[in-house]
């Protein structure tokens, strides 16, 4: 069995009661994420786990065969593009990624791993490996983020930008 990094936990440690914090993982089933489409909301998950999103900020979404492997990847890639050790509760990791990886390539690969694996009939986030939704849920926050920002501007120069005789 391949070893853990990132400072997880095997089954054996974890108790039986399952705590989504830093540190562990919440087991979705394709059953959890079709109810919450149903009912329109939105789930962002990545198969086998959350480092294929990662790996992706570095042009790659290779296969793995479980989590473990894949963390065991990731980590491996982490230390050689930022030269640092990969600690999955880093709360950096995000700026970590931007940093040193490219965003933008991220989305677009995930966009296409998720494409490719509908257009081959896989409808199921079980039977799409690798792959992830998190590439959505970032261009959500970013737009959102996007059109604050220039709503704010837009009402930033139409206040300052009105001549009524004073100057600023």
Known sequence: MPKRCGGRKTREQVTNHRIPQLGYYLIITDKIIFQAQKNKVHVGWSNPCI???????????????????????????????????YEKANPSIYAKLCEFGNEAAAIALASS????????????????????????????????????????????????GQNDGCSL
């Open 113 to 160: 791993k998720l494409d490719e694996h509908k257009h081959n009939c896989k409808q199921k986030p079980s039977e799409m490996c690798p792959c992830t939704t998190l590439h959505q849920l970032i261009s959500e926050i970013k737009g959102k983020i996007e059109h604050k920002a220039t709503a704010e501007s837009d009402v930033a120069s139409s206040f300052y």
């Open 51 to 85: 480092e294929i999103w990662f790996h992706a900020y570095w042009h790659t979404m290779p296969v793995y065969t479980g989590s473990v492997a894949c963390c065991s990847g990731f980590a491996r890639e982490y230390q050689k593009q930022t030269g640092q050790k």
